[in-house]
């Protein structure tokens, strides 16, 4: 039978278990930490970590959604997503190392999946709201932020294999610029077609 913790002491040990990791992706390819290292840098068991993820790869999806991901429901609208970009970038420079290893790793389906499942939320929000009032297909709309979407993720990938040397604030900014009445104009078309 499993023991029941209470919430704030689950939540304490997922938090040490995923610093720990972190501490250890600073040091070691991913593919190279065991949870044996992982436990015993934050002082519990290994039937502690197992009770709370199934895996290594388990803990690391976990960080990224309670990181990054729950951090950006604010910006879903169309007057804030670039706040939202912001914030994704900024999570990355601050967690570099954690994010260039999963990258570099067999672990990269997590990376890509947090920063689809980031930016494709942004997008098809501000979709929503764009479109208010306009007769659009669902599938159509789901489609432009779908490529809105692959279209960041690739941009942010490409800008940390490249070393991140280009200031996020500077993309951003031609993010905007890019952007900056493209959502309007493709629902119009869409609108026109239905």
């Given at each position: 039978m499993k023991q029941v913790i209470p919430l704030s002491t689950s939540s304490i040990t997922k938090k040490a278990l995923a610093s720990s990791l972190k501490q250890a992706m600073q040091e070691l390819p991913l593919s190279?930490?065991?949870?044996?290292?992982?436990?015993?840098?934050?002082?519990?068991?290994?039937?502690?970590?197992?009770?709370?993820?199934?895996?290594?790869?388990?803990?690391?999806?976990?960080?990224?959604?309670?990181?990054?991901?729950?951090?950006?429901?604010?910006?879903?609208?169309?007057?804030?997503w670039t706040q939202g970009i912001r914030t994704i970038f900024t999570y990355i420079e601050n967690n570099q190392s954690f994010c260039l290893n999963t990258l570099h790793s067999l672990a990269r389906s997590h990376l890509d999946s947090y920063l689809y499942t980031v930016t494709y939320g942004l997008?098809?929000?501000?979709?929503?709201?764009?479109?208010?009032?306009?007769?659009?297909?669902?599938?159509?709309?789901?489609?432009?932020?779908?490529?809105?979407?692959?279209?960041?993720?690739?941009?942010?990938?490409?800008?940390?294999?490249?070393?991140?040397?280009?200031?996020?604030?500077?993309?951003?900014?031609?993010?905007?610029?890019?952007?900056?009445g493209n959502f309007e104009r493709a629902l119009q078309r869409y609108e026109k077609k239905a």
């Open positions: 190279k930490i065991t949870v044996k290292q992982i436990v015993n840098y934050c002082g519990v068991n290994r039937q502690t970590f197992y009770y709370h993820f199934q895996d290594i790869y388990d803990l690391l999806g976990w960080i990224y959604q309670t990181e990054a991901v729950d951090s950006l429901a604010a910006f879903r609208s169309y007057h804030t997008m098809i929000e501000v979709v929503n709201e764009v479109c208010c009032g306009m007769n659009v297909h669902e599938d159509d709309k789901k489609f432009l932020a779908n490529f809105y979407t692959l279209a960041f993720s690739g941009l942010v990938i490409q800008w940390m294999l490249d070393g991140m040397k280009e200031k996020p604030a500077l993309i951003v900014e031609k993010l905007s610029e890019l952007m900056e």
